[in-house]
Nanobody, 113 residues
Framework: QVQLVESGGGLVQPGGSLRLSCAAS????????MSWYRQAPGKERELVAS????????NYAESVKGRFTISRDNAKNTVYLQMHSLKPEDTAVYYC??????WGKGALVTVSS
């Protein structure tokens, strides 16, 4: 069955960096585009970034453009979200998603001094 497992979350100071990973299994990873979403306390879940199956096309929310980078390693069945210049408003649970409404359980990112 489809499994998506996020890792790499944690507490970081404003201006810091963090890299999230999402390990995928149970489906042909290289055939699917992947996305990262986030949900902040009291807010709706929002799309952060997406990447095409081969990695050549990426899209970002305006709020993270220039700070976050989505990438993937199809040999490792893993998608990444590199986050720089983190702000307190980036605090959220970050979810990995595959087309067809498959979600990981999320990784908490807290940006605070």
């Amino acid at each position: 069955q489809v499994q998506l497992v996020e890792s790499g979350g944690g507490l970081v100071q404003p201006g810091g960096s963090l890299r999230l990973s999402c390990a995928a299994s149970g489906f042909p990873f290289s055939a699917y585009g992947m996305s990262w979403y986030r949900q902040a306390p009291g807010k709706e879940r929002e799309l952060v970034a997406s990447i095409s199956s081969a990695g050549g096309i990426t899209n970002y929310a305006e709020s993270v453009k220039g700070r976050f980078t989505i990438s993937r390693d199809n040999a490792k069945n893993t998608v990444y979200l590199q986050m720089h210049s983190l702000k307190p408003e980036d605090t959220a649970v970050y979810y990995c998603k595959r087309r067809g409404d498959y979600w990981g359980k999320g990784a908490l990112v807290t940006v605070s001094s």
